[in-house]
């Protein structure tokens, strides 16, 4: 156990076998005074800051988080579930969960007096650590493949930060990332290497509690890359049980790409690999090495969850029934929760009656490419009503 201004990252001694380019040895917890939190604690008037590792006065001038949690009634008909719930994350300003993260991260810089905060990414943490910096004032650099999806650079740079495209992986961006603040400073805001992130991805895991009436719902579905929303919703529900609020945990489904599928291959099997070749369409959850693959593999133990994988053309064919079912669109990643969860369901592991919420990490607009895949652009039609009457007689594509 450490003072929070002992260390910055990862915890000396466990992470002294880390080098990178392996998953992350030594990520930290936050831990809090439960008594304390307890004795402060007015069930009638909740004061859920009193879960933030940073104080008020420090959080930038930005709305993350407070996304909804909606029923999901004509989806869950279809996948056999009477009690299904989406918690919206896409509806975050810039459109993902990972605002959540990079909001705290910017709240401890400011804390810091830290100007300079550094991030690699597969896209989104880096668009949302570019809009929490716009909004603070502070300086965002930006380590993506340079194959990201086009809106999320689009994102990055309007948003005015200095983006460095990365001719490699989101794993190469990773490390140059570390190697670039360990030589020129600035406060590194990689995912799981800053704890932070942890306890910002933590708040949907609480608003999903609250939201909820203050119970856990059965099952929570989460996409994995480097497994820290996993994590995060893990730490959520696992502090609420130390503060006494609850005494079962909800069961986590983690949901990986079936290439990019370290994190489900090291809990099913219990040896370690990497994911020689994570291509997928979701390139969120695109990861060889995941950086948080340890404690990933904790929380769905101890959580009693489990994992499943699913092709590109289940991610595809979820996209499109979530979103005609529900009005939801997600991109890819935030998808493959849903394409997991008729896997799992299907395998027996779900209760039709029990209580789910799949977590919907990120909006559709953010890649507008996959979804195209799936879609045929309809041909004009001359403005007259002969040709529309013909053009839908002839059925729509
Ligand atoms: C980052 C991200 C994920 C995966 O989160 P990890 O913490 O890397 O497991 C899933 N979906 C979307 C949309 C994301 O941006």
């Known amino acids: 156990m450490y003072e929070r201004d002992e260390v910055r990252y990862l915890c000396p001694e466990c992470a002294r076998a880390y080098r990178p380019g392996m998953p992350l040895q030594g990520v930290l917890e936050v831990v809090f005074n439960w008594e304390l939190l307890r004795a402060r604690w007015d069930a009638t008037d909740p004061d859920w800051h009193l879960f933030t590792p940073v104080e008020s006065e420090y959080l930038p001038p930005f709305a993350a988080g407070g996304t909804p949690l909606m029923r999901a009634d004509r989806l869950g008909q279809e996948l056999g579930l009477w009690n299904l719930s989406l918690k919206n994350d896409g509806l975050n300003p810039s459109g993902s969960l990972k605002d959540r993260a990079s909001f705290l991260v910017v709240a401890e810089a400011i804390r810091l007096g830290e100007d300079r905060i550094v991030t690699a990414s597969t896209g989104n943490a880096a668009s949302a650590l570019a809009a929490v910096c716009a909004a603070a004032g502070n300086e965002a650099i930006i380590f993506v493949p ?17 983006l460095i495209p990365i001719a490699g992986s989101y794993d190469d961006a990773f490390r140059l990332s570390l190697e670039y603040t360990a030589a020129e400073g600035g ?52 502090d609420l049980r130390a503060a006494g609020f609850i005494t079962t945990l909800p069961r986590l489904l983690a949901v990986q790409a079936d290439r990019s599928d370290a994190i489900h291959r090291f809990f099913s099997t219990g040896t370690y690999a990497d994911a020689p070749s994570p291509d997928t369409c979701a390139d969120s959850i695109s990861v060889r090495t995941p950086s948080n693959a340890l404690m990933a593999r904790r929380a769905l133990q101890e959580s ?94």
Do not use: C
Request: aromatic residues 4%; neutral net charge.
């Open 146 to 162: 340079a194959t990201a999806p086009r809106a999320k650079i689009a994102q990055i740079l309007l948003y005015g930060a200095t």
């Open 187 to 238: 406060l590194n805001r990689n995912t799981a290497y800053h704890p932070l992130t942890i306890e910002g991805k933590k708040t949907a895991g609480l608003e999903i509690f609250a939201q909820n009436g203050m119970q856990a719902p059965d099952v929570i579905v989460i996409p994995a890359g480097d497994g820290v929303i996993l994590h995060g919703v893990f730490k959520a529900f696992a």
């Open 304 to 397: 009693r969850g489990t994992s499943a994988t699913v092709s590109d053309r289940e991610i595809l064919d979820a996209q499109a029934l979530l979103a005609r079912t529900t009005g939801v669109f997600a991109e890819p990643a935030a998808a493959a929760s849903i394409a997991g969860l008729a896997r799992a369901k299907n395998a027996g592991w779900i209760d039709p009656d029990e209580h789910v919420v799949a977590l919907i990490t990120g909006h559709g607009l953010k890649d507008i490419d996959s979804a195209l895949q799936g879609i045929q652009m309809p041909p004009a039609v001359a403005p007259e009503l002969e040709a529309v009457k013909k053009y839908l007689a002839d059925g729509r594509p």
